[in-house]
C-alpha cells in the first residue's frame, strides 16, 4: 500500500496490529505512522518505507521531521519486528501528547535505516526502552535524548533504557558535506531561555551497543550548557570497531552530569583520548573501559 498522508492512531486503546510483513510505503513529506493520545497499542512485523531524496543524509533546511513512528504521547505502547527505511526523520520520535509524556514505550527486534535525521529520538518521554535493535547508515545520530526548553510544559526524559543494538553504515552524513557524528547524544545545544520550563533529564542507560562502522564509534556526548543538569547517566558495555579521534578528548563528553556510570566500553582511538573527559561533572564512576591507545579512565582537568 502506498499512503500520501500519515497513517493516525488517534485515543485509541487496545489496538494489536500484526503487519505480517505488510508493506507501508510513506511518500511524500510526513510522519508514516502517528498515535496520538493512544494506549495500549501494539504493531509488530510491518515494513514502513519512506521517501527520502538523499537516504541517510540530514538536510537541516526544513525537511527533518517526517518521522517514521511518530508518538504524541499515550502510554503501554509496543512496537515489534519492525523494519523503518528511508524515512526523512527519525526511525521513532517519543513526545507529548497536550502536555503530558509519553509513558511506556517499548521498541524490540527492529531495524531503522536510510533515515534523515535520529535513529530513535525521545524530548517528551518515560519508561521509554528499546531492545535489540538495527541500524544502517544513520544521517545524526543513533539515540538521542533532546529535550528543548518550553513555554508551555517541561520536556525531558527519565527512565530511559537502550540496550543491545548494532550499527552498520556511516553514523552522521549531512547535505553540507559534513561527515560523522557521535552514536549517542543526551542534552539540549543551548542554554537557559528566560520564561520557558528547563528540562528534566534523569535515569538513563545506554548499555550493549556495537557500532561497526561509525567514524566515531561509540563516542557520546552530554551537555546541558549551564540552563539544568542530567543525572543518573549510565553508559556501559559498548564497543566500537573504528579507531576514533574522540570528540574533545573524551569517548564521552561529559558536561553538566550528576552521577555518571561509563564502565565495561571499547573503543579503540588515537593517543590522548580518555574514556571520560568530564565538565563540570560530578559523582564519575568510571573503570574497566579499555581500547587501543586509550590514555586513561578519567582526563585530567
Not at 495500549?40 to 512485523?45: A, E, F, Q, S
Not at 553514523?171 to 547524544?185: D, H, I, K, P
Not at 528540562?199 to 563516542?219: F, K, M, N, Q, W
Not at 549510565?234 to 553538566?256: C, H, K, P, T, W
Request: aromatic share 6%; glycine share 14%.
Amino acid at each position: 500500500m502506498t499512503s500520501t498522508s500519515e497513517v493516525v492512531i488517534n485515543a485509541r486503546s487496545g489496538l494489536v496490529i500484526d503487519g505480517r510483513g505488510y508493506i507501508l510505503n510513506s511518500s511524500g513529506y510526513h510522519n508514516a505512522v502517528r498515535l496520538q493520545c493512544a494506549t495500549g497499542i501494539t504493531i509488530r512485523n510491518m515494513v514502513i518505507v519512506g521517501s527520502n531524496p538523499a537516504p541517510g543524509t540530514l538536510d537541516p533546511n526544513g525537511r527533518e521531521h517526517a518521522h517514521g513512528l511518530h508518538v504524541n504521547g499515550g502510554s503501554n505502547l509496543r512496537f515489534e519486528g519492525l523494519t523503518i527505511d528511508k524515512m526523512q526523520g527519525d526511525g521513532l520520535y517519543v513526545a507529548q501528547c497536550g502536555t503530558t509524556w509519553a509513558d511506556g514505550v517499548i521498541i524490540r527486534d527492529s531495524m531503522i535505516s536510510n533515515n534523515g535525521r535520529m535513529g530513535i529520538a525521545v524530548v517528551a518521554g518515560k519508561n521509554v526502552r528499546a531492545e535489540r535493535m538495527r541500524f544502517h547508515n544513520i544521517a545524526f545520530h543513533i539515540v538521542v535524548v533532546e529535550p528543548d526548553w518550553n513555554s508551555n510544559y517541561r520536556q525531558g526524559g527519565t527512565d530511559l533504557v537502550f540496550t543491545g543494538g548494532v550499527s552498520t553504515g556511516w553514523v552522521g552524513r549531512f547535505s553540507s558535506g559534513l561527515v560523522n557524528a557521535t552514536a549517542f547524544y543526551l542534552g539540549t545545544p543551548y542554554g537557559a531561555q528566560a520564561g520557558k520550563y528547563a528540562p528534566i533529564l534523569s535515569r538513563v542507560t545506554i548499555e550493549g551497543y556495537h557500532v561497526r562502522d561509525g567514524r566515531l564509534g561509540i563516542a557520546t556526548r552530554l551537555e546541558t550548557l549551564n540552563g539544568y543538569r542530567m543525572s543518573n547517566v549510565v553508559i556501559r558495555n559498548n564497543r566500537g570497531d573504528v579507531q576514533s579521534s574522540g570528540v574533545g578528548g573524551g569517548i564521552v563528553e561529559a558536561g553538566q552530569v550528576d552521577v555518571l556510570t561509563v564502565t565495561g566500553n571499547t573503543q579503540p582511538v588515537n593517543s590522548g583520548i580518555y574514556a571520560v573527559a568530564p565538565v563540570g561533572a560530578s559523582g564519575l564512576s568510571v573503570s574497566a573501559n579499555t581500547g587501543t591507545n586509550l590514555a586513561g579512565q578519567i582526563k585530567p582537568s
